[in-house]
């Protein structure tokens, strides 16, 4: 039996994001699930996608992009996990978080591009932070290879981050116990290539460079696709 295959999106984006990769794994014979990350909390996020896991009977296959693979490096020790699939992503270490990793390197282009937003938190006087993109530099810095009518429409509909996610560190790091592959872009302008690259060669990760921008699975959904099912039948 194929295993499920979880995806799970990261910061400026919704599940939609992975519009092109799903019919490849359908097609396929896999099971899918795309659910939404609430992209408040590094915790709050993985207790929210560990009930999701708990929920599928039977193996699963776990790809998180961008934030989203931080959230599935601490998710992925759930025990129907069987592999984990980076894609643009944070290899966090335990007691790591996004911030700590990606300040080891030299901004992206994203840096140039974030909008802070507040927002109400509920019991506290103070507001949060969420992180956006700017809608005019969205194209260029997420998607410049991906359809201009696409990327436009991920614009205007970005599912923000709260800022204090990114300074949460991670409980455990399933890639130490998980077989895991991980896929960079080298044209990514929202991850430094550099940021993803280090966290796989630090935790082993078998990794495939693809020439591409940070939306890889728009992009490429059948090279990430081919990783994915490298990753189900190994």
């Excluded at 408040?40 to 039977?58: H, K, M, Q, T």
């Excluded at 969205?138 to 205007?156: C, E």
């Excluded at 991980?182 to 690259?197: E, F, H, L, Q, S």
Aim: proline share 7%; charged share 20%; with cysteine.
């Amino acid at each position: 039996m194929n295993p499920t295959v979880v995806l799970v999106h990261g910061a400026f984006a919704d599940a939609s994001s992975f519009a092109r990769l799903v019919p490849q794994l359908l097609d396929a014979g896999f099971r899918v699930l795309a659910p939404p990350v609430p992209n408040r909390s590094l915790a709050g996020d993985a207790a929210y996608l560990r009930s999701v896991l708990r929920s599928i009977a039977g193996p699963v296959v776990l790809a998180g992009h961008s934030y989203g693979s931080a959230v599935i490096t601490v998710a992925g020790a759930e025990s129907n996990v069987r592999a984990l699939v980076y894609l643009c992503g944070f290899a966090l270490r335990e007691g790591e978080s996004v911030a700590e990793l990606q300040g080891r390197f030299p901004d992206a282009e994203l840096a140039s591009a974030l909008v802070h937003t507040p927002y109400p938190l509920e019991g506290s006087t103070e507001p949060g932070t969420d992180l956006s993109v700017d809608i005019e530099k969205f194209p260029d810095v997420f998607a410049h290879d991906v359809d201009p009518a696409l990327a436009r429409v991920m614009a205007v509909s970005q599912r923000p981050l709260a800022a204090t996610a990114l300074a949460e560190r991670a409980a455990v790091a399933a890639w130490r116990v998980k077989p895991s592959w991980g896929v960079i872009a080298t044209g990514d302008g929202i991850v430094n290539p550099d940021v993803a690259r280090f966290g796989y060669q630090r935790g082993r990760i078998r990794t495939v460079e693809i020439d591409s921008s940070h939306a890889v699975m728009l992009a490429h959904p059948e090279q990430v696709a081919g990783v994915i099912r490298e990753a189900a039948s190994a």
